[in-house]
């Protein structure tokens, strides 16, 4: 089973910053990556798949870079309804395997 | 649009079998192309894919639940069903159905998730 592991566990920003996040993988996974959006209370929301694409209806300052066994996840300003929980997802080998997840949270 | 919603009993006791059936509206189960999943999350934890199934009855379980899990689906119905035996405490989360983007694809819609909780 592909572990893997996201950096940093809380990221604390001001509405405005730059998010970074990060997820690794403990072999590659190819391009199989997709990132989630997870609010309280709510089901995870697709961001981006297959390391690289925006999701219908998912705005531009989400994208994703990466390839093999880092990745990550920018959010070029962060809007009030961007602080959440995001999740990595890998689906190059089965299981399919998430991430632990990064709390985004307001500074 | 694809909505899915899942249904099913809220409160399982210990050793007995959980049973949720996902109903998709918006769109056939049928149409090919899509594998449509369940997903769990234990209160305040991370994700864990349970397993998948095509709608010609091809299924793929997590090797953690393999024993205990079954998924079915209905296409005449637009429906898939989980069934996860012998279950404890440990199976107490949040259940999700979702859509796959094909067999290595994200999960592009989501049921709203139900809570079952495991206790006698």
């Known amino acids: ?107 | 649009q694809v909505q899915l919603q899942e249904s099913g009993p809220g409160l399982v006791k210990p050793s007995q079998t959980l049973s949720l059936t996902c109903t998709v509206s918006g769109g056939s189960i049928s149409s090919g192309g899509y594998y449509w999943s369940w997903i769990r999350q234990h209160p305040g934890k991370g994700l864990e894919w349970i397993g998948y199934i095509y709608y010609s009855g091809s299924t793929y379980y997590n090797p953690s639940l393999k024993s205990r899990v079954t998924i079915s689906v209905d296409t005449s119905k637009n429906q898939f069903s989980l069934k996860l035996s012998s279950v404890t405490a440990a199976d107490t989360a949040v259940y999700y159905c979702a859509r796959d983007r094909g067999p290595r694809g994200a999960n592009d819609y989501w049921g709203q998730g139900t809570l079952v909780t495991v206790s006698s």
């Open chain 1, 1 to 107: 089973e592909i572990v893997l592991t996201q950096s940093p566990a809380t990221l604390s920003l001001s509405p405005g910053e730059r998010a970074t996040l990060s997820c690794r993988a403990s072999q590659s996974v190819s391009s199989y990556l997709a990132w989630y959006q997870q609010k309280p209370g709510q089901a995870p929301r697709l961001l981006i798949y297959d390391a690289s694409n925006r999701a219908t209806g998912i705005p531009a300052r989400f994208s994703g870079s990466g390839s093999g066994t880092d990745f990550t996840l920018t959010i070029s300003s962060l809007e009030p309804e961007d602080f959440a929980v995001y999740y990595c997802q890998q689906r190059s080998n089965w299981p399919g395997t998430f991430g632990p997840g990064t709390k985004v949270d307001i500074k």
